[in-house]
């Protein structure tokens, strides 16, 4: 079967309150997230919220991963907690899907690949938290999954700027379309409109 109207999902990752919490000079970015997802729900681009939570007594804790037992540590991250509810800037709407991860990937463990498949998706613009944590994991697998993929420069942030930066304009620019909100949300309007 072939599919004429294949769809564009904008995968937003770990912009849960937790996260941003732990991180310095947010307003200028949330702020930037708000308004790039009130463009893509007002040009109707489906949006999956991603956020990461661990069950009562962790456990998807194993002491060979190196992320998970310092959460622990830190009573973090629980089912149920405000540390894993999306930012209210970007609060999900009806009919938006907020799925749970265990792992840095939003791929692996999850239903992800079939809500994509069930949507039609074709391609994929990312967006969101850690740029080399969550962002780097999930691009380099959908990679490997077939995915178009855009990463929203500027809608990805990491403690480490040069970090970003080196994995923005030499990693993920070498296999994915690298683009600022603005350019994208100029591309919506434009498909929009015809």
């Keep these: 079967m072939v599919y004429s109207n294949m769809a564009t999902i904008l995968l937003i990752l770990d912009i849960q309150n ?21 463009s893509a729900r007002k040009a109707n681009v489906k949006v999956i919220h991603v956020v990461t939570a661990f069950r009562p007594g962790y456990p998807e804790n194993n002491p060979n991963n190196s992320s998970v037992p310092a959460v622990v540590a830190r009573g973090e991250y629980l089912e149920g907690q405000s540390s894993v509810q999306v930012h209210p800037a970007i609060a999900p709407v009806s009919g938006e899907v907020v799925l749970t991860k265990r792992r840095i990937s939003a791929f692996f463990a999850t239903e992800l690949d079939m809500l994509l498949r069930c949507a039609n998706a074709e391609s994929i613009v990312v967006a969101g938290l850690i740029t080399s944590g969550a962002v780097l994991s999930t691009v380099r697998q959908a990679m490997d999954m077939d995915y178009r993929i855009t990463v929203l420069e500027d809608c990805c942030m990491d403690r480490d700027e040069e970090v970003h930066r080196v994995l923005m304009e030499k990693v993920f620019a070498r296999k994915a379309d690298v683009v600022s909100a603005k350019e994208w949300v100029e591309k919506l309007s434009i498909v929009e409109g015809h």
């Design 18 to 38: 937790g996260v941003i919490d732990r991180l310095e000079n947010t307003e200028p970015y949330l702020k930037r997230m708000a308004s790039t997802v009130a």
